[in-house]
């Protein structure tokens, strides 16, 4: 297992544009979360799954926002109408629900929105 | 609520010289802290964890922190910086039950002077 992949790497859109990215999990991981990462900020949670469950959505996921885990494995999230504002690292981490706080962090998606 | 405050931005030392991080927190529950270290196009990773058991907290790489409830504080030292230390630090906060959700601080740069 190589950890928790994140695809594209880089992400360059127009705004309006929709974009949508990728996360590979740990495999025997049953949570999911994603974050995002302004410049000089430290990353803020936008929503978790448990196996294919949206358990909880951040004030910070606007209705443009949307996120999926069909069959508990990978998840994507999607970005509809993007603004500039939305231009930022999107983290990706995984665990075991088992209250060790085992986080694995994907490296990440960089969005830039022109 | 939770938060935690990093107390400085950017932090410079010499090689060989003392490491301190400071970082102050809230949370209206029992915390779970952490700190976490992103070197530049990696992902994050975990330094060291505090889950209510010991309050001085060994990490990786020589990296310690001692938990102390009547300052609410968490900070990071290490006796000896390394140049490989150079990173963006994060001090973090998570109940300890639950969801597991992390609350980054904004981040400290370190800067080690050759």
């Known amino acids: 297992d190589t950890g928790v992949s994140q695809d594209p790497r880089h992400k360059i859109t127009k705004r309006g544009q929709n974009v949508t990215f990728r996360c590979d999990p740990i495999s025997e991981h049953n949570r999911l979360y994603w974050y995002r990462q302004t410049l000089g900020q430290g990353p803020e949670f936008l929503t978790y799954?448990?196996?294919?469950?949206?358990?909880?959505k951040s004030r910070l996921l606007s209705d443009r926002f949307s996120a999926e885990r069909p069959k508990g494995s990978f998840s994507t999230l999607e970005i509809q109408r993007t603004e500039q504002g939305d231009s930022a690292m999107y983290l990706c981490?995984?665990?075991?629900?088992?209250?060790?706080?085992?986080?694995?962090f994907g490296s990440g998606t960089r969005l830039t929105v022109v | 609520a939770q938060s935690v405050t990093q107390l400085d931005s950017h932090v410079s030392v010499s090689e060989g010289t003392p490491v301190l991080l400071r970082c102050n927190y809230s949370s209206s529950y029992s915390p779970s802290l952490f700190w976490y270290v992103q070197h530049p196009n990696k992902g994050l990773q975990l330094l060291l964890k505090y889950t209510s058991a010991a309050t001085l907290v060994k990490g990786i790489n020589g990296f310690e922190a001692e938990f102390k409830k009547s300052e609410t504080s968490f900070h990071l030292t290490k006796p000896s910086a390394h140049m490989s230390d150079a990173a963006e630090y994060f001090c973090v906060v998570s109940v300890l039950f639950g969801n597991e959700k992390l609350t980054f601080g904004t981040g400290t740069r370190l800067t080690i002077i050759p």
């Open positions: 981490a995984s665990s075991l629900a088992d209250g060790n706080y085992g986080y694995t």
């Open positions: 799954f448990q196996n294919e469950a949206q358990l909880e």
